[in-house]
Nanobody
């Protein structure tokens, strides 16, 4: 599975961005998709994740971020509204793919989001 993010950039606080992730190199369906982020000096953290069991968001982004997945187009999106300076980070797309033989995590190279106050 190959993942490539796009849509990052520099915005002012209160602005919006839509991150996209193009998935390729697999057949059938992904088991789960998600977005993670890593700020300088911090560990990578979950932002939003969508799986068969449902969708969950980090508490810090609930109500502002929305994850979506177009299975036909193999595109994973993250709509980010009401951006805050603390949202500044590299955002990574994640996909889980596999079957009873094993599930594997796949990652994109990341896209930078910078929010200025």
């Amino acid at each position: 599975v190959q993942l490539v993010e796009s849509g990052g950039g520099s915005v002012q606080a209160g602005g919006s961005l839509r991150l996209s992730c193009a998935a390729s190199g697999y057949s059938g369906s992904l088991n789960a998709v998600g977005w993670y982020r890593q700020a300088p000096g911090k560990q990578r953290e979950l932002v939003a994740r969508m799986a068969t069991g449902g969708t969950n968001y980090a508490d810090t982004v609930k109500g502002r971020f929305t994850i979506s997945f177009d299975n036909a187009k193999k595109m994973i999106h993250l709509q980010i509204n009401s951006l805050k300076p603390e949202d500044t980070a590299v955002y990574y797309c994640n996909a889980v793919y596999g079957d009873f033989g094993g599930e594997y995590d796949y990652w994109g190279p990341g896209t930078q989001v910078t929010v200025s106050s």
